[in-house]
């Protein structure tokens, strides 16, 4: 317990460095507005559904592309600026330091998920809510192999998989933009530059939003190359259980909401572990 | 009593740099220590590694009988103000105080700013302090809780004559509380007659520690010989006692002699119709020490 000492002060003292932080304060503007815009002007204005999963899927980015930012100054910066020799020297344990940091991310990332949802909400509101108002009826989605064309055409699944891809999109997003904060704290615990830190975590976050696809086309395209020897060149989407597709349901390339999980909770103890370790002068 | 700072064979390497080479330090509780030596001694890496900044690669250091890798336990009545001071841009400098005593878990005390001479900045943001400001924030910080430890990496730093006058003040003021006082410096006059312990630190090794009384006592004593011809002097000298060194210097005799040598000196000076103005003993000052050991 000792090495959290200091968490409840720190969290306090970050969470009030945050409040100050213009580029906290853009982050939030840009995030509100961009939703919204997102959700006015995309093309998949179908229901009120698909604009509200459309517009926290991007807004969302935005927000994560901040939280990466917020996470990997949070650490580099103190290093980089050396207020780390003026708070560590006191009975502050490391791991309290780091996980102070984290709650107050995490409360910075609550309001961006708030702010995001809340603009997308807004943005699809003149289409209603109410049952998904597709020609040809609601319904379930039918559950088996769809070919990505077919998908366009059937509006029972199309309709169904809109609904749901939006309450999906909800959920993932306090996780993806925790894990985005994460990555950046996780980085920046290791490096001394915070340049060098939001750098890093937004190539990685590129490179997990990539990799789940990459590797799920690879197993798309292997799972239908047998119909491709009868159909042609189709693409195969693998259903989920709920009409989803591995492509349209994560908005952030983090295949599964556990394996979000586990990085909204390793990642900040990561960061924490590494920073414990980490010498912090010259 | 326990020694307030205890290390033991420190060692400590950056890269291919050895920093630290075996240091053994040992400051006595209720000490005024000064932590003396050249640019790259190992002085500040010491002090971070009691910090608990920077891990020692090999060796023990214990701050107020707890080992420095129980961090939060050694530090608990230690202060530190380690480098140059720097803090939140945006924080004022009494946000800074009452910061600095959320962290530390202790109710801050604004006095500290008016201790330190910065009383008047109270409400200015940090970000617009000059150095020698900063400097003096860092220390009023370092006050906070009466530690019963306070070490401090060259406060000197930036500061003007008068803020030079102030760290003596607070220096001694903390000494007299009955705190430990354990203050890193390379100018040594900042702390000429305020020490009561010393170190000497050369290439990440202790050359010589302990009382500044005893480090200063040394067997090849000097005396001055003030008299009016101090070539008749210097002859009468060579005569009475030709084993004697006898230096001039500006008119001064310089004898490297003992007591009763240099009251021999001074009759065989009378005995030769030489006036004898002064006598004294040349007493070593740190600086003496320090450059003798460096330059050992």
Not at chain 2, 88 to 116: F, N
Not at chain 2, 130 to 138: A, D, I, K, P, V
Request: overall charge negative.
């Amino acid at each position: 317990m000792k090495a959290l000492r200091g968490l409840g002060a720190c969290f306090r003292a970050e969470l009030r460095d945050l409040a100050r932080s213009s580029l906290i304060w853009l982050g939030l503007l840009l995030t509100a507005v961009g939703t919204y815009f997102i959700g006015k002007t995309t093309p998949h204005r179908f229901t009120s559904w698909s604009a509200f999963a459309e517009a926290a899927k991007q807004g969302g980015a935005i927000a994560a592309f901040f939280l990466v930012f917020a996470g990997a100054i949070t650490l580099a910066g103190d290093r980089t600026r050396g207020t780390v020799r003026w708070i560590l020297p006191r009975p502050v344990g490391r791991a309290g330091f780091v996980l102070g940091k984290a709650c107050a991310l995490a409360v910075l990332a609550t309001l961006f998920l708030i702010l995001c949802l809340g603009s997308a909400a807004l943005a699809g509101s003149d289409l209603g809510f109410g049952d998904v108002p597709m020609a040809g009826g609601g319904g379930e989605a039918d559950g088996g192999w769809k070919f990505t064309e077919e998908i366009e055409q059937d509006t029972n699944f199309t309709a169904a998989t809109l609904r749901a891809r939006a309450w999906w999109a909800s959920l993932i997003l306090l996780p993806a933009l925790l894990t985005a904060a994460g990555l950046g704290m996780l980085i920046s615990s290791w490096t001394r530059s915070a340049a060098g830190a939001v750098f890093s975590a937004l190539f990685l976050l590129m490179m997990l939003h990539y990799l789940p696809n990459v590797l799920g086309l690879a197993d798309d395209v292997a799972a239908a190359s047998p119909l491709r020897a009868t159909e042609g060149f189709w693409v195969q989407l693998r259903d989920f259980g709920r009409g989803l597709s591995s492509a349209q349901w994560p908005p952030y390339g983090v295949p599964e909401l556990g394996g979000a999980l586990v990085f909204v909770l390793g990642l900040p103890l990561a960061a924490a572990l590494v920073f414990g370790r980490a010498e912090l002068t010259d | 009593m326990p020694a307030a700072v205890e290390c033991s064979g420190l060692h400590k390497s950056y890269g291919p740099h050895e920093a630290l080479c075996g240091l053994d330090l040992e400051v006595p509780s209720g000490s005024l220590f000064g932590l003396l030596g050249p640019n790259g001694a190992g002085k500040s890496t010491t002090l971070r590694i009691l910090a608990g900044l920077i891990r020692s690669d090999a060796g023990s250091a214990r701050v107020l009988g707890m080992d420095v890798s129980d961090h939060v336990a050694a530090v608990a009545k230690a202060s530190f103000l380690i480098e140059d001071a720097v803090f939140p841009a945006h924080l004022t400098a009494s946000e800074t105080i009452k910061r600095a005593g959320a962290y530390a878990g202790i109710e801050a005390d604004q006095g500290v700013l008016e201790r330190v001479g910065i009383s008047y900045a109270a409400d200015r943001k940090t970000g617009g302090f000059s150095h020698g400001m900063r400097q003096r924030l860092g220390l009023a910080c370092s006050l906070l809780g009466a530690p019963d430890l306070l070490v401090l990496d060259e406060p000197q730093n930036g500061l003007d004559p008068k803020g030079l006058q102030m760290i003596r003040g607070i220096l001694q003021e903390e000494h007299a509380r009955g705190a430990t006082v354990l203050v890193s410096v390379h100018r040594l006059a900042e702390v000429e007659g305020l020490c009561t312990h010393a170190a000497i630190l050369v290439s990440g090794r202790t050359l010589r520690s302990g009382a500044v009384e005893d480090l200063l006592h040394t067997e090849d004593s000097r005396y001055r010989l003030r008299v009016n011809d101090p070539e008749r002097a210097r002859a009468a000298i060579a005569e009475a006692l030709p084993d004697l060194g006898c230096d001039a210097q500006d008119g001064v005799l310089i004898l490297k002699a003992t007591e009763a040598q240099a009251a021999d000196a001074a009759a065989a000076c009378v005995g030769a119709d030489v006036r004898v103005f002064e006598l004294a003993l040349q007493r070593h000052t740190l600086d003496d020490l320090y450059l003798r050991e460096v330059d050992r």
